[in-house]
């Protein structure tokens, strides 16, 4: 049964896996979807086992297409009525899509996106908003919602200029044309491309080395980073002490060092 759902979500040793499993639909993100994408990020942030989370999809055609434009984008103009509770809860529930494109909420734990095909519109919205980015060579990334009329609305806009040069940000807003592995590499949009088959082998090795440091340092990090973005100078340095302190009063700040004098791994508890 648990095959059967459109997304898939594991914890292993750690290491929270979202998967979309809609090979069929290209990995497109139904309403059903997009809700308990939404669930899994906010059950991971509040879940302190889970250190790092890697989100993939299934099979090799597509990583994800976006937003299901026979099912959720219809449901979002109008042009479809609500028929199911996802339908419903979607529609009525404006914390859905924010969160499940990490637009809005605080998810401190890094995000490792395995992109393992083309990644297009909503795929590569939420594929902005993860830490560290891998790609199968195959891989393809597009904002094509121009060409349907359309615009991103799930973090885009913002992010995008931000991450690449405003140049070529615009060209793929307004074109609404793929670019590469190759040309996402280039651009500084995504961390590396791999074969497809050492893609989750090379992200599963990333999250391990994440995971076994210590999280509330980790977690410090991704927050105060975030946080900074767009703020002065003084303002991220004021953010960078308050995490130090935090940090510094931590256990595991205590640990690391004495296990390194000791010659022995640490054993940090996330406190």
Partial sequence: MTAELPLLFEKTDGIAVLTFNRP?????????????LA???????EDASV??????????????SGGD??????????????????DHRLLNDPEVMDRSALRG???NKPVIAAINGPCM?????????????????????????VRRGLIPFAGSLVRLPR????????????????????????????NRIVPQEAL???????????????????QEVKRTVLAASGVTLEEGYRMEDAAKARVMASEDAREGPRAFMEKRPAVFRGV
């Avoid at 669930?39 to 942030?45: L, T």
């Avoid at 989370?53 to 994800?64: N, R, Y």
């Fill in 24 to 36: 069929q639909a290209r990995n497109a993100i139904s309403p059903e979807v997009a809700c308990r």
């Fill in 39 to 45: 669930d899994a990020f906010a059950e991971i942030a």
């Fill in 51 to 64: 250190r790092v989370v890697i989100l993939t999809g299934q099979g090799d055609k597509a990583f994800c």
């Fill in 69 to 86: 434009l026979g099912l959720t984008l219809p449901l979002m103009t109008g042009a479809r009525q609500p028929e199911t509770e996802w």
């Fill in 105 to 107: 909420f605080e998810l």
């Fill in 121 to 145: 519109a909503g795929g590569m919205e939420t594929v902005l908003a993860t830490d560290i980015r891998i790609a199968a060579e195959h891989a393809t990334f597009a904002l094509p919602e």
């Fill in 163 to 190: 991450q690449i040069p405003q140049c070529l940000a615009m060209e793929m807003l307004l074109i609404g044309e793929a670019i590469s592995a190759q040309q996402a590499l280039a651009a500084g949009m995504i």
């Fill in 200 to 218: 989750m082998e090379t992200a599963w090795g990333l999250a391990r080395r994440i995971a076994a440091n210590g999280p509330v340092a980790v």
